[in-house]
């Protein structure tokens, strides 16, 4: 987790070479480690709570404890996590297209198109890569306010 996330992303692109399923490895691969330590933290809070404590009492199987008891009392913060990695890792695919190393020319990619529009910003027509821009950072700030009434709902329930 100490390395910068564009140096792996670069470095599993260079390796695996361009194609979709590539960008979806190499963003899974980046990707979880973080999953992996908020699961833990989430399960290390969790597990102190008294209700684990009357589980563990009542006889329940280990099993048990971690699916109906752990993994319900997680799911909120779980899925609002997963909502902000949907966003970086549409904000990664764009980046990977821009640099050429996303999906292969014929398939489209906002990347690649900012990449292409980039030519014309000096002639004096900033449009061809001002729209793919617009929409990456659209979708990715529809996502984080989506995952933002996410975690609104969660926490109102509890």
């Given at each position: 987790?100490?390395?910068?996330?564009?140096?792996?992303?670069?470095?599993?692109?260079?390796?695996?070479?361009?194609?979709?399923?590539?960008?979806?490895?190499?963003?899974?691969?980046?990707?979880?480690p973080?999953?992996?330590?908020?699961?833990?933290?989430?399960?290390?809070?969790?597990?102190?709570?008294?209700?684990?404590?009357a589980?563990?009492?009542r006889?329940?199987?280990?099993?048990?404890?971690?699916?109906?008891?752990?993994?319900?009392?997680?799911?909120?913060?779980?899925?609002?996590?997963?909502?902000?990695?949907?966003?970086?890792?549409?904000?990664?695919m764009?980046t990977?297209?821009?640099?050429?190393?996303?999906?292969?020319?014929?398939?489209?990619?906002?990347?690649?198109?900012?990449?292409k529009?980039?030519?014309?910003?000096?002639?004096?027509?900033?449009?061809?890569?001002?729209?793919?821009?617009?929409?990456?950072?659209?979708?990715?700030?529809?996502?984080?306010?989506?995952?933002?009434?996410?975690?609104?709902?969660?926490?109102?329930y509890?």
């Amino acid at each position: 987790m100490a390395v910068p996330v564009i140096l792996l992303y670069l470095l599993i692109m260079a390796a695996l070479g361009s194609s979709a399923l590539n960008v979806v490895i190499a963003i899974t691969i980046v990707g979880t480690p973080g999953i992996a330590r908020l699961v833990r933290s989430l399960t290390l809070d969790i597990r102190t709570r008294e209700y684990i404590r009357a589980a563990e009492t009542r006889g329940e199987s280990p099993w048990f404890i971690m699916f109906v008891e752990i993994l319900p009392n997680a799911r909120g913060p779980i899925i609002v996590d997963s909502m902000l990695r949907v966003g970086y890792a549409i904000f990664a695919m764009g980046t990977l297209g821009f640099l050429g190393l996303g999906l292969p020319p014929p398939s489209p990619d906002w990347g690649s198109m900012v990449a292409k529009g980039r030519e014309f910003i000096l002639a004096g027509s900033p449009w061809a890569a001002l729209w793919p821009s617009l929409a990456i950072a659209s979708l990715v700030v529809g996502l984080n306010l989506l995952a933002d009434g996410l975690r609104e709902e969660s926490m109102r329930y509890q």
